[in-house]
């Protein structure tokens, strides 16, 4: 069975990661713009930062067998200082039309501040300018709340549902994400936001209808098998074959696939793997290191299914 992970941030994991994730039938991966766990003093940084997701992250994770997308925006975080937040608006739209931006995203809120809802609406009106889908962080605090706040504010930019994916959502939110016809993503991330035991049950509830799998793997306690390991435990659990396929895989590829930047063929006709491949002068090849792929030791392992 073929894996979609819709949001991963690999600039924070290893090569190790990604031979673990090819092993386990992750063919694509999108990385989201987001907040690095320390603020940004300027906007080269963010520049440099965005160069790097759609440039030399996308090619590592070439040379590993996984096809790399990512989303552009500015994080909820940083849009809380202004004097930044107004450059970023500025070398956005450069970013958003590069090949393989398949949304604008993780946007939205987090502390639900005055400037966070400022620079929410500002991308909303850049992603229908640009037509392309868009990804909502939802609050880890008051989720509920911010969870309809954002999508009202969708709703009120005319944005229509079928373009929007409500990520991090939970059992609380769920139903209302679903009724109002948004994409409900939900992010198998250890400890705090699901474990997958609990989304299978959704499953069970909800049916795989418009519901999307990720794992949000960070540079926080996370995982990057989550989109694998759900799948598994679902069909263990009797979850039906297709549920399993349409939250896993096909729901994203639909959704973002409305950006007309990523498709099917993208993984069933890959180039080649040759570790030799320069990326503006540099390889992913450290020391002289011999390029080919190995069959190399898998440190992540499918072996503990479980995440909570
Ligand atoms: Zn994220």
Redesign the pocket.
């Known amino acids: 069975m073929m894996f979609i992970d819709p ?1 991963t ?1 690999m600039i924070s994991r290893t090569t190790d990661d990604y031979e673990a994730m090819a092993a386990a039938g992750v063919v694509a991966v999108i990385e ?1 713009a ?1 907040w690095i766990g320390q603020p940004r003093t300027n906007v080269g940084s963010y520049i440099d930062y965005l160069s790097h997701i759609v440039g030399f992250e996308r090619f590592r994770a070439g040379q590993f067998g996984i096809r790399h997308y990512c989303t552009i925006g500015l994080n909820s975080k940083e849009a809380n200082n202004e004097a930044l937040a107004e450059e970023v608006m500025e070398i956005l739209p450069r970013f958003a039309l590069k090949e393989g931006v398949v949304a604008i995203g ?1 946007i939205g809120y987090d502390e639900q501040s005055d400037l966070e809802d400022k620079y929410f609406r500002l991308q909303l009106e850049l992603a229908k300018e640009l037509d392309l889908p868009v990804m909502i ?1 939802t609050p880890h605090r008051d989720k509920k709340r911010g969870t309809s706040r954002s999508m009202d504010v969708c709703e009120e930019h005319g944005l229509p549902p079928s373009k929007v994916v409500i ?1 991090h959502n939970n059992e609380e939110t769920v139903q209302e994400t679903l009724e109002r016809g948004f994409w409900a993503a939900f ?1 198998i991330y250890p400890s705090t936001k699901m474990g997958n035991a609990r989304m299978v049950e959704i499953l069970r509830q909800y049916g795989a209808e418009r519901i999307i799998v990720d794992s ?1 793997c ?1 540079w926080g306690i996370s995982e990057p098998l989550g989109v694998a390991k759900t799948a598994k435990l679902a069909l263990e659990r009797g979850i039906p074959e297709e549920q399993v396929r349409l939250a896993c895989y096909q729901n994203a590829l639909d959704a973002y696939g409305q950006s007309g930047q990523i498709k099917e063929d993208d993984w069933l006709n890959p180039p080649a793997i040759d570790q030799r491949t320069l990326y503006e002068g540099n390889s992913i090849l450290r020391g002289g290191r011999e390029p080919k792929i190995e069959e190399a030791k898998i440190k992540r392992s499918m072996d503990e299914l479980i995440i909570e």
């Open positions: 949001h941030h989201p987001f993780e962080h990520d992010s949000a960070d």
